[in-house]
């Protein structure tokens, strides 16, 4: 997902940068739709803005939108940063373990 939305945003800024409305609502449309498959749902709405206005052709000026769907792309990576780091030193949990905390 990371990875993906990495290249998204690298789509979004040279659409914007070129005037390409089609582009950048291609490229926010997707970017709506993995982050709401993730629970992101904060991201995906601000993509869902974006890919509104591309849709109506707003002239390719698209840096409000876009700075928006950064920062909270920003907090997502922290959040997932946060997650992986919490795994990489949760206990390994055996199936005899996992039954027993079940009951």
Do not use: W
């Not at 449309?29 to 206005?53: P, V, Y």
């Not at 928006?68 to 780091?85: S, T």
Request: aromatic share 2%.
């Amino acid at each position: 997902y990371l990875d993906s939305a990495a290249r998204l945003m690298e789509e979004l800024g040279e659409g914007a940068q070129r005037g390409d409305c089609q582009q950048v609502q291609r490229a926010a449309h997707t970017l709506k739709s993995s982050s709401a498959n993730i629970g992101a749902s904060h991201l995906s709405a601000c993509c869902r803005t974006l890919e509104h206005r591309a849709r109506e052709g707003s002239e390719g000026r698209f840096g409000v939108e876009i700075a928006a769907i950064d920062a909270a792309l920003r907090e997502v990576q922290a959040e997932v940063g946060a997650l992986r780091e919490r795994a990489e030193h949760a206990p390994e949990r055996t199936p005899a373990a996992t039954q027993e905390a079940l009951g």
